[in-house]
């Protein structure tokens, strides 16, 4: 009964839905730009700046966000983040994670707990790390919030060896 209640009251004030995928974004169209704003809970690297593209460590793969994209909300993996700029130029980051927003109008949000440039990582501290983090986790008691902390930090340096090229086994 509530059901149909609710369908009725739905099918008479709701407003037909549309979809506009395949319409060209405004604020970007015929520029070949996109907007992005990549933003750390402590500063904000980027700010509605023009760029060419960014390719995003997606949790369900790797995927390029260009100018017209389609909307798209994506949780991001512990990766490597590159913007391309428009002079060409490659940007690369490592992020732990995070999520990335495509709205319509050629502009991405992206929103990251930490980021580095990949430049400036030490690829002996990061294979150090990663040893260190996998001695933790083979001695902690299997289940505890120790293993999980440590299993964290394995993963987590295992991503930030292969954004470096490192082989991590």
Do not use: W
Request: charged share 20%.
């Amino acid at each position: 009964m509530m059901l149909s209640n609710l369908r009725r009251v739905v099918a008479s004030s709701a407003a037909p839905l549309r979809r506009h995928l395949s319409t060209p974004a405004a604020s970007a169209a015929g520029t070949g730009l996109m907007t992005l704003n990549f933003n750390l809970p402590q500063s904000t690297l980027y700010d509605a700046a023009p760029v060419r593209s960014v390719v995003v460590p997606g949790a369900m793969g790797e995927y390029e966000v260009t100018a017209d994209h389609v909307p798209i909300v994506a949780e991001l993996r512990a990766g490597a983040m590159t913007i391309r700029h428009e002079d060409g130029e490659d940007e690369k980051y490592f992020v732990p994670g995070g999520f990335s927003l495509t709205h319509e109008g050629s502009t991405t949000d992206i929103v990251c707990p930490e980021a580095v440039k990949i430049d400036d990582l030490d690829p002996a501290a990061v294979s150090a790390n990663y040893e260190a983090a996998k001695s933790r986790a083979a001695s902690a008691e299997a289940g505890s919030a120790e293993a999980a902390e440590a299993m964290i930090e394995v993963e987590v340096n295992k991503a930030m060896g292969g954004a470096l090229g490192l082989s991590m086994a």
